[in-house]
């Protein structure tokens, strides 16, 4: 592979705090050397050595490549009515679910295999370079197995949602269906899957449900994450960091006792603020979180019932409006807070030895992702230092 120069960088973020300022290790006038797929040098543009081929950003920002560490991309079927009944004046109460679930059950591997194609086309043109992708809309043994080995055909970071909500089928039997869950359908998915899901919610599964379908993966060698606290205050935060969860996801509804748990836990909260934006539900409380030294990551939760998007530069800019995070608090969260709630410490940096994933933006800093909001701001990507979208 040649080696390549990004010199005449406005603004580097390295998320690397020995390389520059403050926590985003921030340079002016900067360069980056990819080489094997890593980068192997950080410094002044000026000072840049000579590689096999040279990109002159012109003073645009660079930025690690974002890291989707929450997406829901094996589904089919379309949901945009029950999106505009819910603008209406409709509460969400996470029944539509199972509208995808029978879609998805009728689709064939190439159509869901499509959709996911063509969501990660979308997410890599948006800037995210590592994609997390969950299963759960199938819900059979049979459509849980193929949706995490259509996940895997794209990418390693698997999850295994079987306990999304209980199936049609066994309505008011929720109890039934994680006996089969934790009997059938976790022995035969986990070899397919890195993690475990579980969401952990009223009209979902409650605690004891989802101990059991957590503590089945895990004995299985999966790791656990968990959606909670997304509608109600609830378990699902204290079960997370119990079971050392590597991430609970969506926190929009949590105690005192809840922040102080992830503050003293190596639990990622990952806040979804897309899903509170597109169902009108209440925003986490970041600024609790951060502020008690919680790691707090951002995803996209690209599904298409709640949050049909897949730019995270758009939950960026929500993340500084509406949860009062800092723009340099916002970016962090969805390059190395993404990557913490991955367990990954190849990527979500640019600094020497880490993956050659990186962002270039039409902008001279990374403050113009919140700046300007719902402009396609993201001109170059590289993935394990190979242009991948321009």
């Known amino acids: 592979m040649p080696t390549t120069v990004l010199r005449d960088i406005g603004t580097l973020v390295t998320n690397d705090p020995a390389l520059g300022n403050g926590p985003l290790g921030l340079r002016r006038d900067a360069a980056v050397v990819f080489d094997d797929a890593q980068v192997v040098w950080v410094g002044d543009s000026a000072d840049a050595p000579a590689a096999d081929q040279a990109v002159d950003l012109d003073g645009r920002a660079v930025l690690p490549g974002f890291v989707e560490s929450h997406s829901h991309l094996v589904f089919a079927g379309d949901r945009a009515d029950e999106f505009a009944a819910r603008m209406s004046g409709r509460p969400y109460g996470a029944g539509g679910i199972r509208t995808t679930i029978a879609a998805t059950r009728a689709a064939t591997d190439e159509q869901l295999d499509a959709t996911v194609r063509r969501l990660l086309a979308e997410s890599l043109r948006a800037g995210s370079t590592t994609v997390e992708i969950k299963s759960g809309y199938g819900q059979t043994v049979d459509d849980e197995w193929r949706s995490v080995r259509i996940a895997g055909r794209h990418t390693d970071e698997v999850t295994l949602l079987a306990a999304h909500v209980p199936p049609p089928e066994y309505a008011g039997c929720a109890d039934d269906y994680v006996t089969m869950v934790c009997a059938e359908m976790i022995p035969r998915c986990a070899p397919e899957a890195r993690w475990i899901d579980v969401f952990c919610e009223q009209g979902a599964f409650d605690r004891d449900q989802s101990h059991a379908v957590l503590s089945a993966g895990i004995a299985h060698g999966l790791v656990p994450r968990v959606h909670g606290n997304q509608l109600h205050q609830g378990p699902g935060v204290q079960l997370a960091v119990e079971l050392g969860a590597a991430s609970v996801d969506h926190v929009a509804h949590v105690s005192a006792a809840d922040i102080d748990a992830l503050a003293n836990s ?125």
């Open 266 to 390: 190596d639990t990622v909260a990952t806040l979804l603020p897309s899903a509170d934006f597109c169902t009108r539900n209440s925003y986490p409380d970041a600024r609790a979180l951060l502020d008690a030294g919680v790691t707090v990551a951002l995803g996209a939760d690209c599904n298409p019932g709640t949050s049909y998007t897949t730019s995270l530069p758009f939950c960026i800019a929500l993340a500084v409006r509406e949860l009062r995070m800092t723009p340099d608090e916002a970016v962090w969260a969805a390059t190395a807070g993404g990557a913490k709630a991955l367990r990954r410490g190849d990527i979500g940096a640019l600094s020497p030895g880490m993956r050659a994933d990186a962002v270039a933006l039409d902008a001279p800093s990374h403050l113009h992702l919140a700046y300007r909001p719902g402009v396609p701001l993201v001109r170059q990507v590289w993935r394990g230092g190979v242009l991948a979208s321009n």
